[in-house]
């Protein structure tokens, strides 16, 4: 099994611009999960997905942020316009069932905003 | 306010030394408690705690819930510097809410 896989590994942008993260959940778990992670804040969840349906997305800082779960295999996080402030590194997870599992995560995309 | 509380936020210790990590809940929509180990990149999965009382072991790592005091604790023991990680514990709802973590760092 690969895991669950985000991608790019790495992002640095500039102010304004947008970004995409790319996420492919484990095959086979119906539920996902965006974090981000700081220092400051540690891990918080930001929204997630059962059978591809939002069913929290009240951790979204901001309108700036949206998530799209099109198919099962495939979840994107975009921020548009980024900020300095959203630099942070953004994780996503999967898990087998809606809540009591355990999640695996990927291994995260480090974005930086200047 | 923080629903799932860490303490300490660090600590430092000697190779062999043993450690008691914290975390407390929230009682509201409490589900199971999750423990997870952080080292360079992802979080990976080490407890799941539904019951009181009952302990979970693996190695020199054990876990134990206490739903009275709303809390749970980690204990490592004989600590090798490959311990050294950031731990977080989450409570389990309609979904996973975690502490802040505490940041180990084993010393040789």
């Known amino acids: 099994d690969a895991g669950v896989i985000q991608s790019p590994r790495h992002e640095v942008t500039e102010m304004g611009q947008e970004v995409t993260l790319r996420c492919k959940p484990i095959?086979?778990?119906?539920?996902l999960f965006w974090y981000r992670q700081t220092m400051m804040r540690g891990l918080e969840l930001l929204i997630y997905f059962n059978n591809n349906v939002p069913i929290d997305d009240s951790g979204m800082p901001e309108d700036r942020f949206s998530a799209k779960m099109p198919n099962a295999s495939f979840s994107t996080l975009k921020i548009q316009p980024s900020e300095p402030r959203d630099s942070a590194v953004y994780f996503c997870a999967s898990s087998p069932g809606q809540t009591n599992s355990p999640l695996h995560f990927g291994n995260g995309t480090r974005l930086t905003v200047t | 306010e923080d629903k799932v509380v860490q303490s300490p936020l660090s600590l430092v210790v000697h190779e062999g030394d043993t450690v008691t990590l914290n975390c407390s809940y929230e009682?509201?929509?409490?589900?199971?408690l999750l423990w997870y180990k952080q080292e360079k990149k992802a979080p990976t999965f080490l407890f799941m705690l539904t019951s009181s009382g009952i302990e979970k072991k693996s190695g020199r790592l054990s876990s134990i819930l206490d739903k009275k005091e709303l809390s749970s604790i980690l204990n490592i023991t004989a600590t090798q510097t490959g311990d050294s990680a950031i731990y977080l514990c989450a409570q389990a709802g309609t979904a996973l809410i975690f502490g802040k973590g505490t940041t180990l760092s084993v010393s040789s």
């Open positions: 095959s086979g778990h119906n539920s």
């Open positions: 009682v509201t929509n409490f589900r199971s």
